[in-house]
Nanobody, 126 residues
């Protein structure tokens, strides 16, 4: 399974950006997908996750109310709509897929994910 992120870029504080993650090359179990990010010098952290079958969504507190995760099963694509971006959102954003089912609180754990994309860079700066 390959995951490819697109849509990163340089934006100003308060702007919006939409990331996409396209899956190819096989099946991943169709349980859930997640977005993580890693800022310079920091650990990779959970951003959001979506259950593939029922579309249930989960967010980190830092992005709740500003980011929205969704998926299009017909296109094997996941999205992350990011609104009201802040400088602290600057990071490399990764999409990831686990092979197994995990409960919602377990989706925040990066070690539960088996497949990762290469990342797309989001820079928020005035």
């Amino acid at each position: 399974v390959q995951l490819e992120e697109t849509g990163g870029g340089l934006v100003k504080p308060g702007d919006s950006l939409k990331l996409s993650c396209t899956l190819s090359g096989g099946t991943f179990g169709h349980f859930s997908l997640g977005w993580f990010r890693q800022a310079p010098g920091k650990e990779r952290e959970f951003v959001a996750a979506v259950k593939w079958l029922n579309g249930a969504t989960y967010y980190a507190n830092s992005v709740q109310g500003r980011f929205s995760i969704s998926r299009d099963s017909g296109k094997s694509t996941m999205y992350l709509q990011m609104d009201n971006l802040k400088s602290e959102d600057t990071a490399v954003y990764f999409c990831a897929a686990p092979l197994a089912y995990f409960a919602s609180d377990e989706l925040q754990e990066k070690h539960n994910y088996d497949y990762w994309g290469q990342g797309t860079t989001v820079t928020v700066s005035s």
